[in-house]
């Protein structure tokens, strides 16, 4: 129910009375829009310095993503939202040394109630043409979201989204990964 509730509080967000604001929200987004990407399991050097993975991970309960036999959904359910205690209060560094997939790129919310803050950070393990589709079919999208203890400042995350065009990359994992996590959730396209 709260991870609903959650959902439901992003949805709501995006509804925004004033134009203004809700057309502040569209530029912000279509800026982390990018060309069609395929994913894939294989990593390239580039993508395992931004994932930084060290093989020995963080969390005791963590579940290698081999052991879901491809089923990249279970492999995040299980591993971050089953057990998102373990990560909750700690900088999101930690949970980014336990996760074996790529993010190919992101997005940030902002407040409902102060536009000046973000609240979140979304993380996208598609492509936006491949996430986009699999919204549309009601699939999952593998949309990671991590809500801050302390929100950010829109201009901070804005001047990093705006640079380097919505994707993920070492700028963005060493930037966000100081920030501390108070909860973990998934978006579903149901």
Not at 143 to 165: G, M, R, S
Request: hydrophobic share 35%; glycine share 4%.
């Amino acid at each position: 129910m709260k991870m609903e509730k959650i959902v439901m509080k992003k949805l709501t967000a995006i509804k925004m009375k004033n134009l203004k604001y809700a057309l502040f929200l569209i530029i912000l987004m279509s800026a982390a829009c990018k060309p069609e990407q395929v994913l894939n399991n294989a990593k390239s050097q580039n993508d395992t310095a931004i994932n930084a993975g060290n093989g020995k991970f963080k969390n005791p309960h963590h579940k290698p993503l081999a052991e879901f036999k491809g089923d990249t959904l279970k492999y995040l359910q299980t591993n971050f939202l089953s057990d998102k205690e373990f990560y909750i209060g700690k900088e999101l560094n930690v949970l980014f040394e336990d996760l074996a997939l790529d993010i190919k790129d992101y997005s940030n919310d902002l407040s409902s109630k102060n536009i000046n803050l973000s609240p979140d950070l979304s993380l996208n393990f598609y492509d936006a043409k491949t996430k986009n589709k699999k919204i549309k079919n009601k699939e999952n999208p593998l949309v990671l979201f991590v809500e801050w203890e302390t929100p950010i400042y829109v201009e901070q995350v804005t001047a990093l989204l705006k640079k380097n065009q919505g994707r993920w990359t070492a700028e963005e994992k060493n930037n966000y990964g100081q920030f501390k996590i108070k909860e973990i959730g998934m978006v579903s396209s149901k």
